[in-house]
């Protein structure tokens, strides 16, 4: 299938076309606008225009500790048309099961990454899926790698959609001194589980991921457990097999830059993902007390009570979610 001509097509046609190129913008975004920042700004060290640069890295040195104190979340960025051409695009939709009280903070734990992350991505850091006006008071934040915030003009995008590192400094700046009602977005499984990203494959790395639940105790926030149907349908990802070549090169790329690189295709031009519906599920509220230096006893309970939320909330959504009642939750 071919993308839309724009000129001459009817409505339909016209928002096919939108919708595909808004799809492609982003799915270009994650991983090359960081380096094509870099790349502009090396250029122009080398032009008349040096100045420039030179007075951004300046400015951004003074500004250094800005992501971690909330950073600058942008109403105007977070309501572009465009997130809601993405959304219509698969599409998305956001399920709300329970209240949140927008007098309490929350650590919403995001399951499964999936290759890029495009469900968390559209409904925590753009207002396309209405998380404002399903949770009324209470305010999203992905929290993503740290490094991002460090490269030049590329934080800037990164922090007008509401997103922070998902450093130790920026979570508690969040839960302590940024009042009541943050829901601070973890994709628990990381880089680790983008790699196991397959069609039909559900399974997610949590066992031995524990420091987001110290983190709710040391704080008192919340714990949600956050579902999302078809993250893993929207590519088609090359798998390495554990010891080869391209398997100890991702390894290695993950334990310098943080991330794994995956090699994927879409249904087409290669890297345009599949239409299939993606539906991001926000379970219960776990209470979690206050515990500024909670035990590992207390830390493995309250993770053992959210792995329980997990797997109850995928079985019971996962059929109204286009899953079969013979699909599990792996969960290593």
Known sequence: MGLPFPVGCDTTQMKDFLENISVLQAVLTLPLLGPACIGLMVYLMFTSLWLLPTLYFIWQLKDRHTPERGGRRTAFVRNWKVWKLIRDYFPMKLVKTAELNPNKNYILGCHPHGVLSLGAFTTFTTEACGFMDLFPGVRSCLCILSGLFKIPLYREYVMATGCCPVSKPSLK???????????LVIIIGGAAESLLSVPGVNAVVMKQ???????????????VPVYSYGENDMFRQVIFSEGSVGWRLQQLFKKIMGFA???????????????????????????????PSPTQEEVDHYHGLYMESLAKLFNEHKVSCGLSESHELLIT
């Open 261 to 291: 690189p995956c090699l994927f295709m879409g249904e087409r031009w290669f890297w345009m993902p599949y239409h299939c519906p993606v539906t991001i599920v926000v379970g219960s509220p776990i209470p979690v007390p206050t515990r």
């Open 209 to 223: 991921r524990k420091g987001f639940v110290k983190v709710a105790l040391e704080f008192g926030a919340d714990l």
């Open 173 to 183: 700046h969040l839960l302590s001194k940024s009042g009541k009602g943050n829901a």
